[in-house]
């Protein structure tokens, strides 16, 4: 595709729910980051993939945070059993090869809300 | 732990001013350093890439620099405009055997007219 493309670009959810977000790298893009991002903030790395390998999940702030990109293209971000804390704009990121040389190109964002 | 800083935080000046924005590292065993524009409710649009090895990028009325003995960047913006308004963050890819961007807060610019 023409960018990284995020869906849905906002998700309200209820206290408890849980919520799949869905990132569609720039096709032929190796790497795939998640970042989280809170009002006011930089981004915060949560895990990052090269093809369908989780190579860092360090970023992950709890066991209720899941991701997967089983094929090596698109990616889901996945928040079990949803709390307020979870409350922030979820980025994805995708870059052209693994190195160090490399440009990361962003999509628009998920901003999940909960309730 | 690289950890990145954005000085000022905040900075609101009139048009056709010439801006610097601040970005400082702690460890300097960087691979590359990237510079991003964020509009509000909007996801990170990439302005500059500066290699370890790179001394500055120039594109258009920006201009990085990269001291990485120092461990900092700085972005200048050259005649600002309304249009340049907009959230401005750098990223550290260290030199550690991760390729994960560290982020900084960001600089939220105002160009008001």
């Known amino acids: 595709g023409a960018g990284v493309s995020q869906s849905p670009r906002y998700k309200v959810a209820k206290r408890g729910q849980d919520v799949a977000l869905r990132c569609d790298p720039i096709?032929?893009?190796?790497?795939l980051f998640w970042y989280q991002q809170a009002l006011g903030q930089g981004p915060e790395f949560l895990t990052y993939?090269?093809?369908?390998?989780?190579?860092?999940k360090s970023g992950l702030p709890s066991d209720r945070f899941f991701a997967e990109r089983p094929e090596g293209s698109v990616s889901t971000l996945k928040i079990q059993r949803t709390q307020q804390e979870d409350s922030a704009v979820y980025l994805c990121?995708?870059?052209?090869?693994?190195?160090?040389?490399?440009?990361?190109?962003f999509g628009s964002g998920t901003q999940l809300s909960v309730l | 732990k690289q950890e990145v800083t954005q000085i000022p935080a905040a900075l609101s000046v009139p048009e056709g001013e010439n801006l610097v924005l601040n970005c400082s590292f702690t460890d300097s065993a960087i691979y590359n350093l990237q510079w991003f524009r964020q509009d509000p409710g909007k996801g990170l649009t990439s302005l500059l890439l500066?290699?370890?090895?790179?001394r500055e990028q120039t594109s258009g009325r920006l201009n990085a620099s990269l001291d990485k003995s120092s461990g900092r960047s700085t972005l200048y913006i050259a005649a600002s405009q309304p249009g340049d308004s907009a959230t401005y963050l750098c990223?550290?890819?260290?030199?550690?055997?991760?390729?994960?961007?560290?982020f900084g807060r960001g600089t939220s610019l105002i160009v008001h007219p």
């Open positions: 993939f090269q093809n369908e390998a989780q190579l860092d």
């Open positions: 990223a550290v890819k260290s030199a550690g055997g991760s390729y994960i961007p560290t």
């Open positions: 500066i290699q370890s090895s790179q």
């Open positions: 990121a995708s870059s052209q090869r693994e190195g160090v040389d490399e440009k990361l190109f």
């Open positions: 096709s032929g893009h190796v790497s």
